[in-house]
């Protein structure tokens, strides 16, 4: 009973190990850190958001959703478990409905944020349950002209980003973000979207297509999420747009 890696102290989440260590916690950020890449780029013009998608032989790829729109000013991308993922998107978007209700204007992205993490709390401090195996990132352009990005883990914390990797090429990826964003935040979103296909790049060895790739983008001028079309995303993958935005 006790010869597995956790020793007992993973049978459930109000339990401690001796060091001090959550075991179902760690391995639903396991599950996030073998999920597929999604990408979050913030810069002055607006968010960015990206997504892998893994296609499946004879598998329809408009059927696998990696980027979803809350509200009109906000949308996450995703990684780990979709089951999980479809859950948390749905509480998102009651949230944002019920904050409209009550306050008569547009949910920020830090209050959506600190939400989803409450919710994700409750399945770290008792018995019965097991903490949600994902992460998502939030990108919102809010009601002061403001763009916002943050990341909630599988445990109930979020932080804010300026770029932003999650998934199993988050290393590659995110040593590549490092590198080569403006911290300025001087990037157009035509740049931003080059750079965080290029991250995706470094992360895998799969050639991008349109059916591969989602790609989002959420304007502060608009401040409405716009999700590419196929033609859309074509036009940007192909090289010649990548030195028109350089």
Same mark, same amino acid.
């Given at each position: 009973?006790?010869? @597995?890696?956790?020793?007992? #102290?993973?049978?459930?989440?109000?339990?401690?190990?001796?060091?001090?260590?959550?075991?179902?916690?760690?391995?639903? =950020? +396991?599950?996030?850190?073998?999920?597929?890449?999604?990408?979050?780029?913030?810069?002055?013009?607006?968010?960015?958001?990206?997504?892998? =998608?893994?296609?499946?032989?004879?598998?329809?790829?408009? *059927?696998?959703?990696?980027?979803?729109?809350?509200?009109?000013?906000?949308?996450?991308? /995703?990684?780990?478990?979709?089951?999980?993922?479809?859950?948390?998107?749905?509480?998102?978007?009651? +949230?944002?409905?019920?904050?409209?209700?009550?306050?008569?204007?547009?949910?920020?992205?830090?209050? @959506?944020?600190?939400?989803?993490?409450?919710?994700?709390?409750?399945? /770290?401090?008792?018995?019965?349950? %097991?903490?949600?195996?994902?992460?998502?990132?939030?990108?919102?352009?809010?009601?002061?002209?403001?763009?916002?990005? #943050?990341?909630?883990?599988?445990?109930?914390?979020?932080?804010?980003?300026?770029?932003?990797?999650?998934? %199993?090429?988050?290393?590659?990826?995110?040593?590549?973000?490092? *590198?080569?964003?403006?911290? *300025?935040? =001087?990037? /157009?979103?035509?740049?931003?979207?080059?750079?965080?296909?290029?991250?995706? %790049?470094?992360?895998?060895?799969?050639?991008?297509?349109?059916?591969?790739?989602?790609?989002? =983008?959420?304007?502060? *001028?608009?401040?409405?999420?716009? +999700?590419?079309?196929?033609?859309? +995303?074509?036009?940007?993958?192909?090289?010649?747009?990548? /030195?028109?935005?350089?």
């Amino acid at each position: 009973m006790f010869g @597995l890696p956790g020793q007992g #102290y993973d049978m459930s989440t109000s339990i401690f190990s001796p060091e001090g260590r959550i075991f179902a916690a760690e391995y639903a =950020k +396991k599950a996030v850190e073998q999920g597929a890449t999604s990408i979050g780029i913030l810069v002055n013009e607006g968010i960015v958001l990206l997504a892998e =998608k893994n296609i499946k032989p004879l598998q329809e790829p408009e *059927s696998i959703e990696k980027l979803s729109k809350i509200d009109e000013h906000i949308g996450v991308a /995703t990684s780990g478990l979709m089951a999980d993922s479809r859950k948390l998107i749905q509480e998102a978007r009651v +949230k944002a409905q019920s904050y409209w209700l009550t306050y008569e204007e547009p949910i920020p992205g830090e209050v @959506l944020a600190e939400h989803i993490c409450d919710v994700k709390a409750q399945f /770290t401090q008792g018995g019965g349950a %097991r903490p949600y195996g994902v992460s998502m990132i939030i990108g919102s352009a809010d009601h002061d002209d403001s763009p916002r990005l #943050y990341v909630t883990d599988p445990v109930g914390t979020y932080w804010g980003y300026l770029a932003v990797v999650i998934g %199993r090429g988050s290393a590659r990826a995110g040593e590549y973000l490092e *590198s080569k964003y403006d911290l *300025s935040k =001087k990037q /157009t979103l035509g740049q931003a979207t080059q750079l965080a296909l290029e991250a995706l %790049r470094q992360a895998t060895e799969t050639d991008l297509t349109p059916d591969n790739v989602e790609i989002a =983008k959420i304007p502060v *001028s608009t401040r409405k999420f716009q +999700k590419l079309s196929r033609s859309e +995303k074509q036009v940007i993958l192909e090289p010649s747009s990548t /030195t028109s935005n350089e």
